[in-house]
Structures are given as C-alpha cells and as structure tokens.
C-alpha cells in the first residue's frame, strides 16, 4: 500500500510538471539532448550490506536525455557497481553485481553558465551474488529522485561538467528475506550536449 502511494505521488507530480512546461516550448538555446558519462560513489542503504561489504564503492554509467518540452528533459541511464566481500562468519569471498538501469524526467533551466535541474522516475536493478553459499540472479523495481547542476566552462564548446545527487529505493526478495538494494548515489561526469 505505501509503495501505492509513493508512485501515485510521482505521477501527480510528472503531471503537474508536465502541464506547466507544455506552455513553454523550447527556444534556441536550450539545450536538447545529452549524453552523460559519470562516476561516483554508491552507498547502499542496508545495514547487512555494511557487514559483508564495507560501506560504499564506485559505481560508473552512462545516460542519455532528449528535451520533450522547455524546460523539462526524459532520462534513460545505465550503471554498474562491483563489490567484493567477505560472508560474516565463514569470511569467505562474495561479490555483488548490479545493473541499475533508470527512466525518469526532470526540469532543467539554464541560469547563466550553470543548469541546475531535479526530477525522478522508476528504476529495474538487475543483481548477481556469488559466494559459496550459493548464486542469485535476479531483479527488483524501484523509483528515485535526482538534483543536480551541470556546469558550461566555455560557452561555444558543447561540453559541460556535472555532479548530482541521486537516492534511489529498491527492495529486492530473495528467500523470504527482504533486502534494500538502493540508497545514495554522489556522481560527477562530463556531458556532451547537442
């Protein structure tokens, strides 16, 4: 029922956002698309995760944005995280793989030589643990907020510098254990704009 209630939040809010921009189209200026390459650091947001992983590690990715209307942008972003471990008892070596992958909008707007922006959508993490104990594969559903600012150091150059903060909430169920695969993202990049 919560995570009822949680989407149908970010529906009303993609709506809303949606018919303010529709009266805004886009001008010459704005920027059109993206494409993104970051690198950050992931903390996951599950105390058991500290335990066999330590806390936090990189996380690198790719995104991709198309202006739909002014000031309001689609986002599609594909990322991969790689931990290695120890199992709490045995201290024998696990690893955790993940492929979050994200679809979302946001609202950009330029303000001299920086846009800062913010927005959020869903999430599909794709995981893989392995460990003596056995091996999961599998995936979980999840939804996320973002705020960022991108950064143009030279107004001719189509590149920009960025950084955002992302937290992401994805709960993954694997034998009747219920585990938080999401939490914070901190991430800069350069992006291409067109």
């Given at each position: 029922m919560k995570i009822f209630n949680v989407k149908k939040r970010l529906l009303i809010i993609v709506f809303i956002l949606g018919m303010i921009s529709f009266s805004y189209p886009l001008n010459e200026g704005d920027?059109?698309?993206?494409?993104?390459?970051?690198?950050?650091?992931?903390?996951?947001?599950?105390?058991?995760?500290?335990?066999?992983?330590?806390?936090?590690?990189?996380?690198k990715g790719i995104a991709f944005s198309a202006s739909i209307i002014r000031y309001t942008n689609i986002y599609f972003e594909v990322k991969y995280f790689k931990k290695d471990g120890e199992l709490t008892y045995t201290k024998e070596k696990t690893t955790l793989q993940l492929v979050p992958v994200s679809l979302g909008i946001r609202l950009i707007k330029k303000?001299?030589?920086?846009?800062?922006?913010?927005?959020?959508?869903?999430?599909?993490?794709?995981?893989?643990?392995?460990?003596?104990?056995?091996?999961?594969?599998?995936?979980?559903?999840?939804?996320?907020?973002?705020?960022?600012?991108?950064?143009?150091?030279i107004k001719?150059?189509?590149?920009?510098?960025?950084t955002k903060l992302k937290y992401t909430r994805v709960k993954a169920q694997e034998n009747d254990i219920t585990v938080q695969l999401g939490g914070f993202e901190y991430m800069g990049g350069i992006i291409l704009i067109f």
């Open positions: 920027i059109q698309g993206t494409i993104e390459f970051f690198i950050g650091n992931y903390n996951m947001d599950e105390p058991r995760f500290e335990a066999v992983y330590q806390k936090g590690a990189m996380i303000l001299g030589p920086f846009f800062p922006y913010f927005g959020g959508g869903g999430d599909l993490y794709f995981y893989h643990e392995h460990n003596p104990i056995g091996t999961v594969l599998n995936y979980a559903k999840g939804y996320h907020f973002q705020g960022g600012v991108y950064f143009q150091l001719k150059i189509p590149i920009l510098l960025g």
